[in-house]
């Protein structure tokens, strides 16, 4: 069985300051690992994901996550934030052969000018 | 691409009701998963279907079931509705083989 943490439940954040979203997983197996976020009212969207390969991996908004296989983490980064990255954000995990998500239970971001 | 879309955005229903939530996924979406999202919480899975066939499940009770349809769409049913099952319900459709899950706005249940 697989599950995650995230280690922050709430995270405010000055605008173009730099943030850090902790996620830790525990799975007995090989995994894959995703981080999605959720702004008010809508659904989620993918913000990147780690499959194999390099363990860091990068979203077109500047987001970056690295996967650490011995500490089992994949924390996500952004260097300088925006007010539009208010949000809620889900890490989340599957093993290659069971397509289901697993989700944490979120971190919100809020972002002050 | 359409996107997902799900309906209705938003029900009240009350306590021993049946309800039915909609799912219609993108052309060559074949498989589609359910999630549950409770206030405050993550999502959590209820199950999946491929080609019209249910091929895995989350810890929820017989009274969730689904249906897949040949033209994308799905449905999520809930029979004998308990308060705790007020939530917001996600549908997530993706390509075999490909991990880019899309998932819709969700439909927003309330039980009361």
């Known amino acids: 069985a697989q599950s995650v943490t995230q280690l922050d439940s709430q995270v405010p954040v000055f605008e173009e300051a730099p943030v850090e979203l902790r996620c830790n997983y525990s799975?007995?197996?090989?995994?894959?690992l995703f981080w999605y976020v959720q702004y008010p009212n809508q659904g989620l969207q993918l913000l990147l994901k780690y499959l194999s390969g390099s363990t860091l991996v990068e979203s077109i908004n500047g987001f970056e996550a690295e996967f650490n296989k011995s500490q089992t983490s994949f924390h996500l980064r952004k260097p300088s934030v925006h007010i539009s990255d208010t949000a809620e954000y889900f890490c989340a995990v599957s093993d290659p052969y069971d397509y289901k998500l697993s989700f944490g239970a979120g971190t919100t971001v809020t972002v002050r000018a | 691409e359409t996107g997902v879309t799900q309906s209705p955005t938003h029900l009240i229903k009350t306590r021993g009701q049946q309800v039915t939530l909609r799912c219609s996924s993108q052309s060559g979406h074949n498989t589609v998963s359910w999630y549950q999202q409770a206030l405050g919480q993550g999502p959590q899975f209820i199950f999946q279907y491929y080609r019209e066939e249910e091929n895995g499940r989350g810890n929820f009770p017989p009274r969730f079931s689904g249906l897949q349809f040949p033209n994308y769409s799905s449905e999520l049913n809930v029979n004998a509705l308990e308060l705790d099952d007020s939530a917001l319900y996600l549908c997530?459709?993706?390509?075999?083989?490909?991990?880019?899950?899309?998932f819709g706005s969700g439909t927003r249940l309330t039980v009361v």
């Open positions: 997530a459709s993706r390509l075999t083989g490909n991990y880019g899950y899309t």
């Open positions: 799975s007995s197996v090989s995994v894959y």
